[in-house]
């Protein structure tokens, strides 16, 4: 069973950073596509960004607008997410999904749909990040 456990998240004031971890066992992590998602209050969990298991393919959603960074160490079994400029509306819950996607459809492309990764991932319970004004 693949266990998902992330970090890094805390209280910043707006236009500050954040880099959250996630970390993963029970399974080879260099199979798997990762992502970030998060869910502010009152509304559904949305990807933030997500990148697959060799790290040629990547998705942001559209707010990210290149304030955030995904990558990965395959070494450490850990993907990272690099906020930089983070504003209130980044408050949210962050979830890290492990899915073994990619390596096993066919396509190099990572899944960018929310509802494929509800469905078929593994999820970390998630780590709180609040942005003050």
């Known amino acids: 069973q693949v266990q998902v456990t992330e970090s890094g998240g805390g209280l910043v004031h707006t236009g500050g950073s954040l880099r959250l971890s996630c970390v993963t066992s029970?399974?080879?992590?260099?199979?798997?596509?990762m992502g970030w998602f998060r869910r502010a209050p009152g509304k559904d969990r949305e990807i933030v960004a997500a990148v697959n298991w060799v790290a040629s393919s990547t998705h942001y959603a559209g707010f990210v607008e290149g304030r955030f960074t995904i990558s990965r160490d395959n070494g450490k079994s850990t993907v990272y997410l690099q906020m930089n400029s983070l504003k209130p509306e980044d408050t949210a819950i962050y979830f890290c999904a492990a899915y073994a996607g990619s390596r096993y459809s066919g396509s190099s492309r990572v899944v960018p749909f929310t509802s494929i990764w509800e469905e078929r991932a593994s999820w970390g319970q998630g780590t709180q990040v609040t942005v003050t004004s």
């Open positions: 029970g399974t080879d992590f260099s199979n798997l596509d």
